[in-house]
C-alpha cells in the first residue's frame, strides 16, 4: 500500500507537529519531586486530550497511589489484531541545573535539535505515536488494526505502582504486541530495533560495627573499621584480571552467545575511542575477558557498586571509627538468570566474606528479569520493514544493556510481547544536562510508525480485545 498520502500529510503539518510537542515538554512533570506532583497530573491531562484530539476514542487517566497514567484506546474491529502502545509522560530531575545552556524547561529550537528535558525521553516519542494515529485518521479515515495506549507517570521513579495498576486493568490491556519508542537508534542513518533487555536487581549493603563513632587514636588498631571491611568485602566481588564477578554460581544460568550471534553484533558498527568519549573520556574500557564492549555492555552479566557512604564527609579532617558503612549494589542480568536466585547469591557471598568483628546485613530491593524478543516475529519483521522504508537501509537488531521494567512486565504479567521501536540517538544527553531531541529523527519516526500499523495489520493473527 502506497504511504505517499500519510507523507505528504506529515510533511504539511510537521511545523505543528513541532509545536505541539514543545508545549508538552513545557510542563516539567518530574516524577521523583513531591513538589511537581501538581504538574506531572497536568501533564497527564494534557497527553489524554491530545490523545482524543489525535483521534482515540476514548482517553482518561488510570490513578495510582502515586502519579496518573494516562490509558487511550481506539477499537476498530474486535477481529483485528490489537497493539498496545507504552510510553512514559514524566521526566528525569534537571540537577545540576548549572549545566544546562538553556532552561531545561523552555524549549529551544536550535540547529535542527529540541533542546529540553523529557525531548527524546520519552515526550518526543510519544508524541509521534499520537501523531502516526492522527495522520492515518485523516487521510484514510481509520486505522487498519485495533490500538491502545497506556503512557505512566512513574518510570523515572521505577515504575513502583505500574505492576499494580497492569494487574487491575489486565483485561483493558489485552493486545497482540506491545510497541515501545523508549530508546535509541544505533546512529542517525543506522536504524536499529532492540530485541533484548537486560535484568535489574538491586541490593543495600550495611556493615556496623561499634554503636557510636570512635576516637581514632584511641581505639584505632584495636577496633576493625566498618569502612575497611566493607571495602575488602565490595573488592572481593570482582576478579580484577579477568574482570569476572567472583561470586559462586553467578554464571551457571547465563547462555552463550552463539556464533551467528556473535556475528551479527560483530557487525553493528563500533567505535570504540567514539564510546570512551561518550563514557566521559574514559582512558580505556573495561571489562570480562574474552568479550568485546559490545557484548559485555549488552549481553553478559554485571555487579555494580552505585554508591559507597559511610565515615565523615564534611571539610577537613575528622579523625574517627566510623560505627556503620554502606553500599549500593546493582545486578544487570542476561536470558535465564533469575533476579530471586542472584540476590540470593549475591546476599550469600557478602555475608560469607563478612569479617566476624563486624556485622553485616544485605536488604534486597527491586527486581524484574531479562527480556528477548526473537527477530522472527512477526511484529520484529513489520518494524523492519516500516524503518528499511524510511531510512533506506535494514535495521540493525541490537540488545541493550538496560532495563525497561515495563517490558518485562507485560511479558510476564500479560503474556505480550514487546518491539522496542525507538527514535532517540546515542547523544540525546537523556538523563543528563542538555538533554535533545533531533527534528529529523522526530520527522522520520512519524513516518515509520505510520508504516508500522499498516504492518502490523497484515503480520498480526487477529485479536479479540477484551474490556474496551
Keep these: 500500500m502506497s504511504t505517499a498520502d500519510l507523507d505528504a500529510y506529515c510533511d504539511k503539518h510537521q511545523p505543528r507537529f513541532l509545536d505541539e510537542v514543545v508545549e508538552f515538554c513545557r510542563i516539567p512533570s518530574i516524577s521523583a519531586d513531591p513538589a511537581h506532583a501538581a504538574d506531572v497530573r497536568r501533564n497527564a491531562e494534557h497527553l489524554a486530550r491530545a490523545a482524543l484530539d489525535a483521534g ?88 487498519p488494526l485495533n490500538l491502545k495506549l497506556v503512557v505512566e507517570g512513574e518510570e523515572e521513579m521505577g515504575s513502583v505502582h505500574f505492576e499494580g495498576l497492569i494487574e487491575a486493568e489486565a483485561a483493558r490491556l489485552g493486545a497482540d504486541l506491545c510497541v515501545v519508542s523508549d530508546t535509541a537508534m544505533h546512529g542517525p542513518s543506522q536504524p536499529s530495533i532492540c530485541v533484548a533487555l537486560r535484568g535489574l536487581v538491586d541490593l543495600e549493603v550495611e556493615v556496623t560495627g561499634p554503636s557510636r563513632d570512635l576516637h581514632s587514636g584511641e581505639f584505632g588498631g584495636a577496633v576493625l573499621n566498618p569502612l575497611e571491611a566493607l571495602s575488602r568485602i565490595l573488592a572481593g566481588l570482582r576478579d580484577a584480571q579477568t574482570g569476572r564477578v567472583t561470586i559462586p554460581g553467578f554464571y551457571d544460568d547465563v547462555v552463550e552467545l552463539t556464533p551467528e550471534e556473535r556475528a551479527g553484533l560483530g557487525a553493528i558498527p563500533f567505535d570504540e575511542a567514539a564510546f570512551r568519549e561518550v563514557a566521559g573520556g574514559v582512558a580505556a574500557t573495561f571489562g570480562e575477558n574474552g568479550y568485546t564492549t559490545t557484548e559485555r555492555r549488552t549481553t553478559r552479566p554485571t555487579l555494580e557498586i ?70 522472527d516475529h512477526p511484529g520484529v519483521r513489520a518494524a523492519a520493514r516500516a524503518m528499511t522504508e524510511v531510512f533506506g537501509v535494514e535495521p540493525y537488531y541490537t540488545r541493550e544493556g538496560g532495563s525497561i521494567h515495563p517490558v518485562e512486565m507485560f511479558d510476564r504479567l500479560l503474556g505480550i510481547p514487546s518491539v522496542l521501536v525507538g527514535f532517540g540517538l546515542p547523544d540525546d544527553c537523556i538523563h543528563a544536562p542538555n538533554e535533545k531531541l533531533d527534528l529529523g529523527q522526530f520527522r522520520s519516526g512519524i513516518r515509520v510508525l505510520t508504516r508500522l500499523w499498516d504492518g502490523l495489520a497484515e503480520a498480526l493473527p487477529g485479536h479479540a480485545p477484551e474490556g474496551h
Excluded at 112 to 133: E, F, I, S
Excluded at 337 to 343: K, L, M, Y
Design 56 to 143: 482515540f476514542t476514548t482517553a482518561g487517566l488510570i490513578e495510582t497511589p502515586g502519579h496518573p497514567a494516562v490509558y487511550a484506546e481506539r477499537i476498530v474491529d474486535p477481529a483485528l489484531p490489537t497493539a498496545l502502545i507504552y510510553g512514559h509522560h514524566d521526566v528525569q530531575p534537571v540537577d545540576p541545573l548549572g549545566e544546562w545552556t538553556s532552561p531545561p524547561f523552555e524549549p529551544r529550537v536550535d540547529g535542527g535539535l529540541l533542546h529540553c528535558r523529557g525531548a527524546a525521553d520519552d515526550k518526543g516519542q510519544v508524541w509521534m505515536h499520537l501523531k502516526a494515529v492522527e495522520a492515518h485518521l485523516r487521510v484514510r479515515g481509520e486505522l
Design 306 to 375: 552505585n554508591g559507597v557512604w559511610g565515615g565523615y564527609q564534611g571539610p577537613g579532617p575528622k579523625t574517627i571509627i566510623p560505627a556503620r558503612a554502606g553500599a549500593k549494589i546493582t545486578c544487570r542480568l542476561v536470558p535465564r538468570q533469575r533476579p530471586d536466585v542472584i540476590a540470593a547469591q549475591v546476599r550469600a557471598a557478602i555475608e560469607a566474606a563478612a569479617p566476624p568483628a563486624v556485622r553485616v546485613s544485605v536488604t534486597i530491593g527491586s527486581a524484574n528479569k531479562p527480556v528477548v524478543t526473537s527477530t
